[in-house]
């Protein structure tokens, strides 16, 4: 039903990146000394990476992609740390969510 309402993938995966932007650098991440999966992390970040992964699971690569290559450039290029990971998360789980999606083929 979305693949029908392109506007609306779009918006919602540039709400979804705009998620994984809620991060902030952890001091504590830089000593290695915790082991704290989530540190840095808040449930912004945590919902909007798993959205990106049940939106590219259930869009597939074909529909997800071209709106992805849209804002994906944009993130990369910005000067703030934060873009650009949201941009590597971006990728990761999109890359994941297709995998899931070819070998349940």
């Known amino acids: ?54 939106l590219s699971i259930a869009l597939g690569g074909n529909t997800i992609v071209p709106v992805a290559s849209e804002l994906l450039p944009q993130y990369l290029a910005a000067p703030e740390w934060q873009k650009r990971h949201a941009a590597l998360i971006t990728l990761a789980q999109i890359a994941e969510g297709c995998a899931k999606v070819s070998k349940l083929k």
């Open 1 to 54: 039903m979305m693949r029908r309402l392109p506007q609306f993938i779009g918006s919602l995966f540039a709400v979804l990146m705009k998620m994984l932007l809620d991060i902030e650098d952890e001091p504590a991440w830089h000593g290695a000394e915790t082991e704290d999966e989530d540190a840095g992390e808040t449930s912004n970040y945590s919902v909007g990476q798993e959205c990106l992964d049940r």
